[in-house]
């Protein structure tokens, strides 16, 4: 630790901005992040972007390999499946059911979580005691256990796989949150605050979400990666997403009859979706590193 | 430490009822007549069926039910599978030694692995280890378990053809089966191709419980290396290397014993998970455990199955959860003034 900063200003930059210039000194985060960020992209564009339908079958190309290889054909650049659909066109629809649902659940879980654990956090009493011990349970359960718990009940299908995933999250969101605010609402300048005559909205508004908000982009960001996960372990194991639809892991799994035979059916999805998956873990490490040493400063 | 283990107890107590009311309240969720998904039994004619649901209370209050239900599940009468029509009780309890001896070689692998590779890694002698070893963690972290498992198949098994693709035993060697541990029943069994099996049997366990092993391997490295970081770093190992003792009895009386301590604890945070990567592993691995067994029942909505399956891994992941909890507690007097929701 240097101790004396001769040459460096104040800092004077919100905290997300410090945290965000913190960030950038880590370039494999950064790379991390444009490849997330691309990825978002391909989620929302990518069925727009895509050539040819996903669920598009062409009886004269079965099979072809990707354009790189000397049987390839450009018409379709990653080559095609046991049916002939376009694997680029699936790749790229699959890319906004797997990584775009999964955003979209965790987004959906960190409102509902939101909402309850700052109502939790601000209980007390057999109230809280009450919501620890069901939180207890439920945090106990691994979050894809619940989901096939959960998918057992509604059957498959990629709808029921969504709400699945948001409730199997909801209880780590509920509990991450309800900590922090109970930690928050203990420290002085939280009272202080209170003493001035600020209400539970005030409160929440001024003094707990601008302090809680790295830590839940942080949370969010490692919770993104295992959404991902839940929703393509749930198609492959073929209760999630069915069979035509263009999901990653249910690609992976219709193809495995193929897959000795033409490796690429089932390479190229698993590598988009390794490379979802690496990069929101990348980036969620990197903000928790940037976060850290701006504590330290 | 009573305290502690009286709370523990509580919790126990508290999630077996909030267990088995919600596997109780699945007769009633799912999409299929009450009766029927209690017995097992699918075509029951009218005259049948007053005897039965008296049997099972239906006709009194769902408390009475509850407590009948309770009452079955502990007499082992956890009716039959709307599929094959025999015991669910029998068939679960056969198929749950495969799980768990999955389960705890994968665990053991990753012991073996994450340990060192994590105290290598926590060392400032070595700073390109750590970032090396840091990001074939965050590569493993990341690699989705059946992909792991199609490349290492693909490789291993039709490249190289080291490993077979599937099962537990070739189906030449006949294991009499007397605990469901396999390599156990081997060891135990008195048929003269006892060595050859037992290889063949480590060679079957070794794809499926290196790709298990994969996800705790990493958690346990990150643990590993944050903890022995944090433990070396203190005022009593500081004072230990003044007074002179070398690196390894530096590891040995001071760093290790306070360094593992939040592993263990790890373990038990993530045996849940690994649990439930055990049963997709199994599902790709055909390995006849538990998990594979319950995703053939959702497949084939096999209600009264799918309860009971769900009723043992999440009953084994809860004991398993608290014994890990109760161990730490032993090995670590601090841990016992806690607060709630930090299994």
Redo the contacts between chains.
Sequence with gaps: MVKFRFFSSPNNSSPLRQLWRLFQRNHFALVASWVFIFMILMAILGPLLAPYSPYMQQADMLLVPPSWDVNGYIQSPFGTDALGRDILSRILAGISYSFGLAIVAVALALSLGLLIGTLAGFSKGIRA?FL??????A????S??IA??I???L??GIANSFWAVVLAMLPQFI?HI??EVADLLDKDFVIAYRLDGANNWQVFRFALVPNMIENIVIFSTMAI?AAV?DI??LG????GAQSPEPEL?TM?ADS?GV??LS?WT?MLP?IT??LC??S???VG?GLRHALKERRLQ | MLNYFSRKLS?LF??TF??TVFVFS?NY???TDVLSSMSGLTNISEQDYLAISEKYHLNQSVFIQYFAFIGRILEGDWGVSFITGTSIYEQVFRVLPATIELAIYALFYSFIIAIPLGVLASSETYPWLDKSILALS??G???????LA??LI?VFS?GLGWFPTSGRLSLIYNIPSSSGFLLWDILRSNVDYKAEAFVDALRHLALPSFVLAAYPTTVLIRTTRQSMKDVMNTNYVKAAKAKGLSTSQLLRRHGLRNGLLPVIQMLGMHF??V???A??TE?IFAWPGVGSW??DA??QRDYPA?QGG?LV??GM??IA?ILFDLLYMIFDPIARIRG??K?
Excluded at chain 1, 236 to 239: E, R, S
């Design positions: 005691s620890n011990h069901i939180l207890d349970i945090l106990t359960m691994p894809l256990l096939i718990v998918v057992a009940i059957g498959p509990h309800r900590t990666s996960l393509v372990v492959f194991i073929g209760i892991g992976i495995l897959f000795y490796p089932v698993g979706l390794f998956i690496l929101t873990n990348i490490d | 919790l508290f999630i909030g267990v699945l969720m799912f999409p965050i590569i972290f990341s690699m989705p378990i059946f992909w199609l490349l693909l039709i849940g998970t649990i439930t990567l049963m997709v599902v319950l995703v959702i497949h799918i769900l891994i999440s992941v809860f959860t709630h929701g299994i």
